[in-house]
């Protein structure tokens, strides 16, 4: 078996004069959670539509679950659009029924999979409501639950949190991760960095239409770590320490001290922990490891234009 559900292999995807993929290529693990990351216009959108069969590329190929892609594998694919298209006016149980029966479900058993939904969901009573009735919130759990209820080996979230209160994004985070856990593969676009740190197993970063960093979350932050450490103690005796680190900043709160520490490149952890503890009682040390909001940042923003003068 083919260790990835997905694969999209050198795409290329042109509008006029502006090309929205340049030979992107990412592979999607069978079972994990793919984020699929990068700011307004990288490209994301266009790719998740190519990988829908919403659009097509003009060059490269899309394999899934190991062969060619083909109309037929659509079915197999659940997709929440950033742009959500529910029928407003139309009743929320019969559309939702509607829906299920398109993606192949027969009415019983669609209806027997919305009512556990709907119960865990809390939307119950909301069942003979029109859609339009409902707050944001309660249409996107309708939707979210529409996504998922044919159980499709593949799930496309495109910013499934957006606008779910922290208590109702957490509820869907932990969907997800029980999706993925059950064996179903999940791509997940989003904006929110948080959110990949809590819910993302790989990730593809796409910047001016290009793939520009990819590869495990935690493979990812190993790469981008800067040697910086913090270390609180209530002594005030830490000094620098030639050839193992060097004190960046100093604070005092609440009558501990705060160190802030850049080891060098040649030292290693038991070194710096060994180096600190000779001359104060650390209360903690700790790594800063960098956030995949400033992996993010750090990879797509330009370089700061050099300044000129007149």
């Known amino acids: 078996m083919n260790d990835f559900f997905l694969q999209a292999n050198h795409i290329v995807k042109r509008y006029a004069a502006h090309t929205a993929l340049n030979d992107v290529s ?5 079972g994990k959670v793919f984020g699929l990351l990068g700011p307004n216009g990288a490209g994301k959108t266009t790719l998740i539509r190519i990988i829908n069969r919403i659009t097509a590329p003009d060059s490269g190929e899309v394999l899934f679950d190991g062969h060619t892609f083909s109309a037929d594998d659509v079915m197999r694919i659940g997709y929440l659009p950033e742009e959500r298209g ?5 009743k929320v149980g019969e559309q939702a029924i ?6 192949g479900l027969p009415k019983s058993e669609a209806i027997v999979r919305l009512k556990t939904w709907f119960e865990k969901f809390g939307i119950m009573p909301w069942w003979n409501k029109k859609l339009e009735e409902l707050s944001k919130g ?8 529409i996504t998922v209820l044919h159980e499709p080996p593949l799930l496309i979230f495109d910013e499934p949190f957006s606008g779910f209160d922290p208590v109702n994004a957490e509820m869907l985070k932990n969907e997800i991760l029980a999706l ?3 064996g179903h593969t999940v791509i997940f676009s989003t904006h929110n960095m948080a959110s990949v740190e809590e819910v993302c197993d790989e990730i593809a970063l796409i910047n001016h239409s290009q793939v520009v960093l990819s ?3 935690h493979s990812i932050k190993e790469q981008f770590r800067t040697g910086v450490y913090e270390v609180t ?3 005030a005796t830490l000094h620098n320490t030639p050839n193992i680190f060097t004190i960046n900043a100093h604070t005092q709160h609440a009558g501990l001290h705060h160190y802030t520490l850049s080891k060098t490149a040649d030292a290693d952890n038991s070194q710096l922990f060994a180096a600190v503890a000779a001359q104060i009682s650390p209360r903690s040390i700790s790594e800063q490891m960098p956030t995949m909001q400033e992996i993010f940042l750090q990879t ?3 370089a700061t234009p050099p300044v000129h003068h007149e």
């Open 300 to 302: 797509v923003q330009p």
């Open 233 to 235: 103690s209530r002594d």
């Open 138 to 145: 309660m249409q996107q759990k309708v939707q979210f639950i």
């Open 180 to 182: 993925r856990d059950k």
């Open 215 to 217: 590869g495990d979350v």
């Open 26 to 30: 990412i592979s999607v693990p069978r």
């Open 98 to 103: 509607y829906l299920a029966q398109l993606k």
């Open 86 to 90: 529910l029928y407003k006016k139309m």
